[in-house]
């Protein structure tokens, strides 16, 4: 079933409140890393255990950044999606993704039947073996 003009306005809505959102929150993350030094993080007396704690916050903010930039990929792909007009079309079996699918997740590019391979298929491709 095509998707009405209500309900790509709608989904269209939430993909914009959330770019936006997001924009906002890796600028603030990028802006923290910068000003904070490793000495305002562990203060005048470092030691190791310090160097460890401020490690790790650093690779955390790094990470959540990292996350937050593809989150921000995916959103601008469906934006682009609806321009072309194939937003709400599944990539994979040229079917229809469902309403109720795009708005838990209104940067979908599978239905529900072909996201379920998917993930089974792909569920392990980045986890290392010997």
Do not use: W
């Amino acid at each position: 079933m095509e998707l009405t003009p209500q309900q790509l306005q709608q989904l269209g809505r939430a993909l914009n409140e959330r770019r936006e959102a997001l924009t906002k929150e890796t600028h603030g993350g990028a802006e923290r890393a910068r000003e904070e030094t490793f000495r305002t993080l562990t203060g005048p007396v470092g030691d190791s255990a310090d160097d460890a704690a401020a490690d790790l916050l650093a690779d955390v903010e790094n990470a959540e950044v990292g996350r937050d930039v593809n989150e921000l990929r995916d959103i601008e792909d469906a934006l682009e999606r609806m321009a072309s007009r194939t937003y709400g079309t599944c990539i994979d079996c040229r079917g229809a993704i469902e309403f109720e699918r795009l708005q838990a997740c209104p940067t979908a590019q599978r239905c529900v039947a072909c996201q379920s391979v998917h993930e089974k298929t792909f569920a392990h491709a980045s986890r290392a073996t010997l």
